[in-house]
Nanobody
Framework: VRLVESGGGLVQTGGSLRLSCAASGSSFRINAMGWYRQAPGKQRELVASITGGSGTTNYTDSVKGRFTISRDNAKNTMYLQMNSLKPEDTAVYSC??????????????WGQGTQVTVSS
């Protein structure tokens, strides 16, 4: 399963960005998707996740109330709407998806990453 991200960029403090992550492949099922970020010198952290069935979402505390994760199942695309951005949100954001492919095997795929920079 291939993941392609888009939507990163440079924005001022308080601004907004929307990231997209499109999944493609043959006859795959998505169990869950998530957005991770890694800032220079820091460990990668899970920012938000969404399950494939019920669409249950979870967020790390630092983005609650500012970020919204969503999915368009028909397009196999996940989004991360980021509002009220802060300089500390600056990082490379990567999407992740896991589930089962056409053969029933479990996959765990990552996107290439997209840079988000918030200027003060």
């Amino acid at each position: 399963v291939r993941l392609v991200e888009s939507g990163g960029g440079l924005v001022q403090t308080g601004g907004s960005l929307r990231l997209s992550c499109a999944a493609s492949g043959s006859s795959f099922r998505i169990n869950a998707m998530g957005w991770y970020r890694q800032a220079p010198g820091k460990q990668r952290e899970l920012v938000a996740s969404i399950t494939g069935g019920s669409g249950t979402t979870n967020y790390t505390d630092s983005v609650k109330g500012r970020f919204t994760i969503s999915r368009d199942n028909a397009k196999n695309t996940m989004y991360l709407q980021m509002n009220s951005l802060k300089p500390e949100d600056t990082a490379v954001y990567s999407c992740n998806a896991w589930g089962t492919d056409y053969s029933g095997s479990i996959y765990n795929s990552w996107g290439q990453g997209t840079q988000v920079t918030v200027s003060s």
